[in-house]
């Protein structure tokens, strides 16, 4: 299949193609390219007065973790009986029949990283998926990181129990603890496979199982942290175990810019248009992306659905515009910022040869963050999943 005639945003760069074409093999961009195709079959698309977009990634949300409308029984998020629990898997509690995945395919959004709570020191595994399909096991694009949250949310969650922690000194004890354990383990089993005649392997334990992908740099670190102690706290134990680091809310990051730029931290900004609920979201400030992009931060913004509805995430980016964020540096935070952050733009974040084809075609003109657009088409792995007559 071709789109042709089109204007396209490859977020490979700055400026568009102005006049071009994009086809489309099994899912995947075979090719992006100035003018017309040599060849225009039945099936192919006249695209004249739109203009194309990659798919919008939401890099921090619980959509399908947390369902809508429902309480206890559709609220799979939090494991709050341990504080450390890396071995709890995302995939396993998302019910993709949940409505907001309709909701966040008709606003463009093609891909959401899905993340337990932040009740406990450690959430769990964190899982990238596409937004569109009937059972998660095919929606399930990579596993990206573990979990960790610093800060209220543990130390009210356990104060409530009567248990550690109930301190920020507590919460940074269970981390190391566990990531100490972990690298050991890690050890004995490198040990063992190197030398399996005179060498046992440790005891199993799926705890340290789901931590070594970490240690080994295969996945990220993703800590929730709005204040700016907690950032500085994420960054500290990062640089103490070699571990990829990602800052979840970075609310107080407007604070810091300069001390998250040195450490190379990204981090996914949000939510953004919502209240200050709580006493470490005091420092919560339109500007934040901005300053901290200027600062040269890389950036993505999120909804943390369903704290803002997964629909909403477009105009959240707008809101950061009116807040100082030059617009294309937006568009970046929901494209191809947002898939380097996960783990995932070998296969997603911009439109080009080799991805995946999730695109969204927009009438010629039309801006895309702005409360009032709508995708007229919206594609995922080639086909269309939404359009605007829907």
């Given at each position: ?20 074409y ?61 504080p ?48 569109s ?13 573990i ?65 070594m ?50 450490a ?16 470490e ?21 999120c ?68 409360l ?19």
């Amino acid at each position: 299949m071709k789109i042709y005639n089109a204007e396209i945003y490859t977020m490979e760069s700055d400026l568009p193609i102005k006049k071009g074409y994009i086809e489309i093999e099994n899912g995947i961009i075979k090719a992006v390219s100035q003018g017309e195709p040599s060849v225009i079959e039945k099936g192919d698309m006249d695209a004249s007065g739109m203009t194309i977009y990659p798919g919008f990634i939401d890099a921090h949300t619980h959509l399908g973790i947390i369902e809508n409308g429902i309480d206890f029984e559709g609220d799979d998020c939090n494991e709050a009986t341990d504080p450390f629990t890396p071995q709890m898997r995302v995939i396993d509690g998302i019910n993709p029949f949940d409505e907001c995945f309709k909701e966040a395919v008709s606003r463009g959004i093609t891909a959401v990283a899905s993340s337990p709570g932040s009740a406990n020191a450690c959430g769990g595994e964190i899982t990238v998926i596409k937004t569109s399909g009937r059972c998660v096991d095919d929606m399930l694009v990579k596993m990206a990181g573990i979990k960790f949250a610093l800060g209220e949310n543990p130390k009210n969650v356990y104060n409530g129990k009567d248990e550690t922690p109930i301190t920020r000194m507590a919460i940074t004890a269970i981390i190391r603890e566990g990531l100490g354990k972990a690298k050991r383990y890690l050890e004995d089993t490198e040990a063992y496979n190197a030398d399996k005649e005179n060498l046992e392997p440790p005891e199993y334990d799926i705890k340290n199982e789901a931590l070594m992908p970490l240690l080994k740099n295969e996945a990220k670190a993703f800590f929730h942290c709005h204040r700016a102690d907690d950032i500085c706290t994420a960054i500290r134990i990062s640089k103490e175990y070699n571990l990829d680091c990602v800052i979840i809310h970075g609310t107080e990051g407007h604070l810091i810019p300069d001390i998250i730029a040195k450490a190379g931290v990204p981090v996914i900004c949000g939510p953004v248009i919502c209240d200050r609920c709580k006493p470490e979201m005091k420092g919560l400030d339109i500007k934040n992306a901005a300053v901290m992009s200027n600062e040269g931060v890389k950036l993505a913004i999120c909804t943390d659905h369903p704290v803002i509805p997964i629909q909403y995430l477009p105009i959240s980016a707008q809101t950061s515009c009116k807040g100082g964020l030059e617009y294309i540096k937006a568009l970046e935070a929901l494209t191809i910022n947002a898939a380097q952050i996960t783990g995932t733009d070998d296969v997603m974040g911009s439109i080009a040869v080799g991805k995946h084809a999730d695109l969204q075609l927009y009438k010629s003109g039309e801006n895309p963050l702005d409360l009032m657009s709508q995708p007229a088409a919206v594609m995922i792995n080639g086909k269309i999943v939404y359009e605007e007559s829907e």
